[in-house]
């Protein structure tokens, strides 16, 4: 008699998991990123007698929430090329702020350098030109050490991040 009411109890307790589960999905269906949950449940293993089997009732194996992988996926692969060229954009903008400046970018000196260079080649006698010449070309030099320093600098900073991220990284997977 305690066989079959402990039968009649583990079922009971079964569906009233799987009941509980289906009044969260109906209390959830309107939330934003929710996925629905199903309880998995299997026969228990049979009492084995002389006379043959005798099912033990059900039992939960399992909660498990319902969505779709390929989906899924695709928003992680989404998200994280979305990430990517953020941050790509972020240092391209970077980088074009510092040589496409307008007062202190390569184009200034380039502009500097070609016009005392045109000024040498239509009069190259003319001392205060080849002056002029030599210190465009002086300025343009100084400008490319300043961006290859600056350029250095982003970098370095750029190398630490990635340092940073892989060890947080690693530090999440442990």
Not at 15 to 40: H, P
Not at 97 to 107: F, H, K, L, T
Request: proline fraction near 3%.
């Amino acid at each position: 008699m305690s066989s079959i009411l402990s039968t009649g109890t583990g079922a009971l307790l079964a569906y009233q998991r799987a009941m509980s589960t289906v009044s969260g999905n109906v209390a959830n269906i309107g939330t934003a990123g929710y996925t629905r949950q199903v309880v998995q449940q299997s026969a228990m293993y049979p009492l084995g007698t002389g006379s043959g089997f005798f099912g033990m009732g059900v039992q939960v194996d399992s909660i498990t929430r319902t969505y779709d992988q390929f989906l899924t996926r695709q928003v992680m692969t989404a998200q994280s090329q979305s990430s990517y060229y953020d941050t790509y954009l972020a240092y391209a903008e970077e980088i074009d702020n510092i040589v496409a400046d307008p007062d202190a970018g390569v184009s200034p000196a380039i502009q500097s350098y070609f016009s005392s260079l045109q000024s040498v080649a239509t009069n190259p006698s003319n001392i205060p030109a080849r002056e002029s010449y030599l210190s465009s070309t002086q300025s343009l030099i100084n400008r490319f050490q300043i961006f290859e320093q600056r350029l250095s600098e982003v970098r370095d900073g750029i190398n630490g991040e990635i340092t940073n991220t892989v060890s947080s990284i690693n530090a999440l997977a442990e």
